[in-house]
């Protein structure tokens, strides 16, 4: 079939893609090891391997472009090296192959003058741990033949997000009347992506030409600590403001030293302990996209985590 969107991955923002997709009348084709997506008659939920060849080569016949939406199996560097270039690799091969552009969602990982308000121009040359994989990606995409696009998001928030700073460790206390701990500083502004943004943003770049082979931001609204981002959620849920206690960065260092997935949180800290910012007005112009307000945007998040029970 012509005219085909092929996302891979079906996580909160795979999800979202083909859900926005299928509501603009377009044939979607969710390719996932489990055959996963979301139901809708336009979209096609296939299963497979995102690694192999052929059946890469199958998902994308007629493919115009491919959401490549599949991070890495555990939240590690060591994972990270070890999965995904090889995976990005045998996707931009196929897609080429197919003559389809390649939307890629990316992080802030890359930036490597954080302490500065981070734009479409600012420097992507991180090395180390996981900063140093999203760097070494973001080089193979741009030395690539196949046509590609990286739309950067800060840390998510919205429907199917769950394991993140907004997400359960966050919402979830607030709509029990409980209290909130965050990591760092729960003053320091930071900045926050709302994923029906980040996925409006990838459709509209893949569909202009004009906007390939670049690095753009997720339209993301004002910077907002942590505090502030607890209390928006709070007023959507009708609940009391919370208090919203912060662990601070000598503890989880020390806790590093233990246990790995401190370790893998303790590495990313700088992004907590101090202003973590990100502009996206270049983008937002480019693409025609801007974000969504913060109240309509924390009471979607908050109906779709209490109809999760």
Request: hydrophobic share 45%; glycine share 8%.
């Amino acid at each position: 079939m012509e005219n085909t969107y092929v996302v891979t991955g079906a996580g909160p923002v795979g999800w979202t893609v083909a859900g926005q997709l299928a509501a603009q009348g377009r044939h979607v084709r969710v390719l996932t090891r489990s055959g996963s997506g979301p139901g809708h008659p336009l979209i096609e939920r296939t299963q497979g391997d995102a690694r192999d060849p052929k059946v890469l080569e199958a998902a994308f016949a007629g493919a115009q472009a491919v959401f490549h939406c599949i991070h890495g199996s555990a939240y590690t560097a060591a994972a990270w090296r070890a999965e995904l270039p090889t995976a990005e690799q045998a996707v931009l091969t196929a897609a080429r192959e197919a003559g389809a552009v390649v939307v890629f969602p990316e992080s802030l990982y890359s930036y490597s003058e954080p302490d500065r308000v981070m734009a479409e121009t600012s420097p992507r040359l991180a090395t180390g741990g996981k900063r140093g994989v999203r760097t070494a990606l973001l080089q193979a995409r741009g030395a690539s033949a196949t046509p590609t696009v990286s739309v950067v998001a800060a840390d998510f928030f919205g429907p199917r997000v769950r394991m993140a700073h907004g997400g359960e460790r966050m919402v979830v206390p607030i709509l029990a009347g409980r209290n909130v701990s965050v990591i760092g500083s729960a003053r320091q502004p930071h900045s926050f992506t709302y994923v029906p943004d980040l996925a409006r943003a990838m459709i509209a770049a893949a569909d202009r030409p004009s906007a390939w082979n670049a690095v753009w931001h997720a339209p993301t609204g004002p910077a907002l600590s942590q505090r502030e981002l607890a209390h928006a959620f709070a007023a959507a849920a009708g609940q009391p403001a919370p208090k919203v206690r912060a662990l601070p960065g000598w503890a989880l260092r020390a806790a590093a030293a233990f246990s790995p997935d401190a370790r893998e949180l303790a590495e990313m800290l700088y992004q907590f302990e101090r202003p973590f910012v990100m502009d996206s007005a270049a983008s937002e112009a480019a693409l025609g996209v801007s974000p969504t307000p913060l109240e309509t945007a924390a009471a979607a998040t908050v109906e779709w985590w209490r109809q999760q029970g």
